[in-house]
């Protein structure tokens, strides 16, 4: 398959990815706040936030062991791709006896402590919630690994179909329960009722696949997974930012607005978010071939393949952001049946740092793809960290425009890292960069 199919497949599948994720984010909110109302959706949207904490659990191991698998498949080394598989399934089972012994325990605990305020949700009902969530996690760990295993054969394509319909039968799952008028602890069933039968489709074509790769332990070896501990690391900052984010700003907002702030900032975060939304189409098609082509030391390939990602990202982001500037505070109002006051400073600041948010994700591709990610990992975590007292110093003195604020300078200095590994990893000057990005030499020569 050439490079060029290989991508044109990649898009296909994003795109219906995408579709997906636009169906369900259209649908839930309104659903949502008609069958619960604002209140009691701010505190599951708090709940929520929990699995992304809890998929921290895997330490980075699958993305790390991902990328190797995809260049060393390149390579006709099968064997050493079934070590890296069998390694990381033992590594995930661990894991996921871990979760699922400690995280009631520590549920019990936060929830005691007032370490997560609740007015709506019940003690029992959120201890239900959470293990559903823990289960629901480790579920979803083995849905990860037969995907970078289809990776890895160039199949990327058939995980994304298998993991969007996966997401399109808890969508139905929850649609239902919710039509229903049925309690939180229910409607995190539905989520998990959804993934075990995305798992089932997973494990069809796995199995119906024949290859060399296959579940097992004789191939375990630590040697392995001491290789991937570094690399694994680094992919820690991406979620372990992420969860600090959601959950992070999440706690903040419901501590210092309340419920309904809290929807606020996910209706107004979703919204916005849909001008990444191409983007994350184009890095996630091109991922496994800068893998590929990191592999051959193709770095022709590379810079054109950054290039081309970048570009299409910030003039992409760019232009769906200046659409949501003039309609998107009439489209949430319309969406949400006029249920909400949006904070207009709030909602054009998280607009204006868009083309940041993705000029930065597409330039990280590179290094994600190839394992060389360490610092940019390292500073996402670590400015996710900063973020959270500033954002709550930010929600005192501004209210919800304070986080906003606190977004923006955490996109700014992630552009800054960024650019300067990614750049620096293809030899190229950013004076160069900046010149190819905006066609300002192609524009020279038309001039002149």
């Not at 305020?117 to 480790?138: G, H, P, R």
């Not at 289809?150 to 993991?163: C, S």
Request: proline share 2%; glycine share 6%.
């Amino acid at each position: 398959m050439t490079i060029f199919k290989s991508i044109k497949k990649g898009v296909g599948a994003n795109l219906f990815a995408q579709l997906v994720t636009l169906l369900i984010q259209l649908i839930c909110i309104p659903v949502f706040i008609s069958a619960w109302g604002v209140n009691l959706y701010g505190e599951w949207l708090v709940l929520y936030s929990i699995p992304s904490l809890l998929i921290l659990s895997d330490l980075g191991f699958t993305s790390a062991a991902s990328n190797v698998m995809t260049m060393e498949y390149r390579k006709k080394n099968y064997y050493f791709v079934n070590e890296i598989f069998q390694s990381t399934f033992v590594l995930l089972v661990v894991f996921s006896f871990g979760i699922l012994l400690l995280t009631p325990t520590l549920s019990s605990i936060l929830y005691n402590n007032e370490l997560i305020i609740l007015n709506y949700i019940s003690y029992v009902n959120f201890i239900k919630i959470v293990t559903i969530f823990s289960i629901y996690i480790v579920i979803i760990f083995q849905c990860n690994l037969i995907n970078a295993y289809l990776r890895a054969k160039d199949m990327y394509h058939t995980g994304v179909y298998i993991e969007n319909l996966t997401r399109l039968s808890e969508f139905g799952c929850i649609i239902i329960m919710l039509c229903n008028k049925l309690n939180p602890e229910y409607i995190a069933f539905g989520y998990l009722l959804g993934r075990l039968f995305g798992f089932i489709l997973y494990l069809c074509v796995f199995l119906i696949d024949k290859s060399v790769i296959n579940y097992g332990f004789k191939s375990f070896k630590m040697a392995t997974i001491n290789n991937l501990v570094k690399p694994s690391l680094a992919f820690m900052g991406f979620p372990i930012g992420n969860g600090l984010n959601n959950f992070g700003l999440t706690y903040i907002i419901n501590i210092l607005i309340g419920p309904s702030g809290v929807v606020v900032f996910n209706t107004v975060r979703t919204v916005t978010r849909s001008a990444l939304q191409g983007v994350n189409i184009v890095n996630n098609a091109v991922s496994p071939q800068m893998s590929i082509a990191f592999s051959s030391n193709n770095i022709k390939l590379l810079k054109k393949l950054n290039l081309n990602c970048c570009r299409f990202s910030f003039f992409g982001s760019g232009f769906v952001g200046i659409l949501l500037f003039f309609f998107g505070i009439y489209i949430i109002q319309y969406w949400t049946k006029a249920n909400l006051e949006v904070d207009r400073h709030f909602f054009f600041t998280i607009l204006f740092s868009l083309p940041f948010s993705a000029l930065w994700l597409s330039s990280s591709v590179i290094l994600a793809s190839t394992n060389s990610h360490f610092l940019i990992g390292k500073m996402y975590f670590l400015l996710s960290i900063l973020l959270l007292p500033l954002a709550y110093f930010f929600c005192i003195k501004f209210g919800i425009f304070g986080i906003g604020l606190a977004l923006f300078l955490l996109d700014f200095f992630m552009l800054i890292c960024v650019l300067y590994e990614s750049l620096n990893m293809l030899n190229v000057r950013l004076y160069d960069f900046i010149l190819q990005l905006f066609f300002i030499e192609k524009i020279k020569k038309i001039i002149l």
